[in-house]
């Protein structure tokens, strides 16, 4: 899970300051940033699956092309969201977040 290290180790609740609630907002989001695009790559390969079921008819076929353009749409959208987050976090701490989790280096003997 990855961790804003900008952020005070536990935030209190409710944050006193803007700072807090930006750090817990930008935590929430980044800890929730998977799923969501898991749930858009699933709606994609939804469609997909359904373009090849229903070979035959066309009316299903357009179903899962449609489901396909919002899946491809929405996952554009979160990525550009995560994106939008890191300039703005980047700008305010110095420091931009990141969802995908960072392993730390490997010290060579």
């Known amino acids: 899970m990855p961790v804003f290290s ?8 409710p944050p006193a300051t803007f700072s807090e609630t930006l750090c817990l ?3 929430f ?5 998977p799923v969501i695009v898991g749930a858009t790559l699933l709606v994609f390969f939804w469609g997909l699956a359904r373009v090849i ?3 035959g008819d ?4 357009e179903e899962g092309k449609n489901l396909m ?3 491809i749409l929405a996952l554009f959208v979160m990525v550009s969201f995560i994106g939008i987050i890191n300039l703005i976090t980047g700008d305010l701490f110095g420091q931009p977040i990141s969802a995908i ?6 010290i060579s003997p």
């Open 25 to 27: 907002f930008t935590s």
């Open 69 to 71: 353009k919002w899946g």
């Open 6 to 13: 900008a952020c005070p180790s536990p935030i209190p609740l």
């Open 29 to 33: 989001l980044t800890s929730l940033f």
């Open 53 to 55: 079921r229903g070979s």
């Open 101 to 106: 989790p960072q392993f730390p280096e490997r």
């Open 58 to 61: 066309e009316k299903v076929i």
